[in-house]
């Protein structure tokens, strides 16, 4: 055999096969950065909506940073409510004043989001108002308020305290 008869290494079938590999890892490559983006898509709605939450989060905090305290005010409603009834018709200064002094609270009050429930006449709504009985509708449309014991308050949408109220009974 002479020195030309000697088999050569096929070079294309090398070349194939490192073309193979390069394409193999080429994929694997993609898919990684695939999952990277994916990831990273990911990573970036996660935030989005955690800073969305806190922000929301704060605006409730916002909405009712006063709730305490305005709560703790509705007994001095009441009584400037229970005085002003017990005055009646009766005009004077002291009464002049008690009103002064009730309008001033309640606008203070409702530039903090306080909304005054007073249902007199209105249809019964459970979610406002808390009924401790019932009485012969007399005029009154069966389910309306007939009488309010206690005015109820509203925060910012929010129930504070419900009404206290007599409800007409149905026939």
């Known amino acids: 055999m002479t020195h030309n008869d000697t088999p050569t290494p096929t070079v294309p079938d090398a070349d194939a096969s490192l073309e193979s590999q390069l394409r193999d890892e080429i994929e694997a490559l993609r898919g990684e950065l695939e999952q990277v983006r994916a990831d990273s898509l990911r990573e970036r709605a996660d935030l989005e909506n955690q800073r969305k939450r806190v922000a929301r989060d704060v605006e409730q905090a916002r909405r009712f940073a006063n709730e305490r305290l305005l709560g703790e005010l509705l007994p001095v409603f009441d009584s400037l409510d229970a005085g002003l009834a017990a005055a009646g018709e009766q ?15 309640l606008k203070v009050a409702a530039d903090n989001g306080l909304v005054v429930v007073d249902p007199a006449g209105q249809p019964f709504n459970p979610e406002h ?33 419900p009404a206290l109220v007599v409800v007409a009974r149905h026939d």
């Open 91 to 105: 005009g004077g200064p002291l009464k002049d004043g008690m009103e002064l002094t009730y309008r001033q609270l």
């Open 129 to 161: 108002h808390q009924a401790i009985s019932q009485a012969d509708p007399g005029d009154a449309a069966p389910g309306s308020v007939l009488q309010v014991f206690q005015k109820g308050y509203l925060l910012n949408d929010r129930l504070l305290r």
